[in-house]
């Protein structure tokens, strides 16, 4: 197995988790980091004993990074990405891919032009639970699935993140909706129209250094997504309720034959149950797969590098992650107008991982 050079691009919170998970792959190997805050990238690159790039152009311009991970805040995601696939580097971005749909179609063809490979998070689909899941509904364990009710409640970022008010500029359903969207998209097809209704519930927040501000975005979101299958999906999200001490972070599908619950989209190895109607619960087993308990953000950085040296598509591709970006921006005008708006988007189905059709 090849060990493929990463850099990291955006020295924040997420990139201590990216840099300790790159470091226990085989595949990977974190080569070096850029951030425009000095002081940011310098300390990462010491934690991490890797070279700090004194410049983006200084990171481009090295031949030994094969592929870039862009962890920069939402608004820099497009000239980023553009950049490193414009230089010959294929791209792993966090979500989202890029805050507006027209953008995210144009790194999806910037990187065909440019013969490389562009992926994107969400990728926690990938995780043995997810695929449980995904396996299970395909199988009709229980029945045609027609409604299901996924959450995306993160609870205050304030209480926890040093520096929140960006995540209330884009609000909940850019940061934590796009993973249920994207893994109800990988088992039911993509999304063809959305109805949504927003709010802010909580208006004057304060950071933990005692500095007020106020949410840009709607705060509480729910939305009825209708899938390319005809399932219909009620999505809530939110920064207002704590969703890891509720049933904030899971997903019920429910189908002509029985329920099934995924109790948490986030944790790889959460419970997967099924239940007949009138019937007890049943616990499944979950399919195979590596790592630990914990959440795991680079499972598709990992995909990407196996799928380089296997010469086959990568699963968490671009198209995908253009897509969710198209769901969450017809979301949030459907939201502001209170009128259905429809996405029109598609991306090629993936592997599942773990086992087979």
Known sequence: MAVHPVAIVGCGVIAQSYAAEIGAADELELVGAFDVSADARDAFAAKHGVRAYESFEELLADPGVEIVVNLTIHHAHFAVTSAVLRSGRHVYSEKPLTLDPAQAQELVVIA??????????????LSPASQTAWREIERGAVGRVRAVYANADHGRIETWHPNPAGF??????????????????????????????????LPDRTTKRGQSFHPVADDFVVAMLTMDDGTLVRLTCSFYVDGARTVGEGVEFHGDDGTLVLSS??????????????????????????GGDGVEWSRGLRDLARAIDEGRPHRATGEHAAHVVETVDAITRSAASGRDVAVTSSFPRPEPLGWGR
Request: proline share 9%.
């Open 112 to 125: 065909r032009e440019n013969g490389v490979r562009l992926a994107g998070s969400p990728s926690v689909w």
């Open 265 to 290: 989209w986030v944790e790889p190895r959460s419970s997967v149950r099924t239940t007949p109607f009138g019937g007890s619960w049943t616990d499944v087993e979950l399919c195979p797969g590596d």
């Open 168 to 201: 209330y500029e884009v609000g909940p359903v850019f940061d934590v909706g796009v993973y249920p969207i994207a893994l109800l998209t990988v088992i039911h097809g993509p999304v063809r129209s959305v109805r949504a209704t927003g709010a802010v519930l």
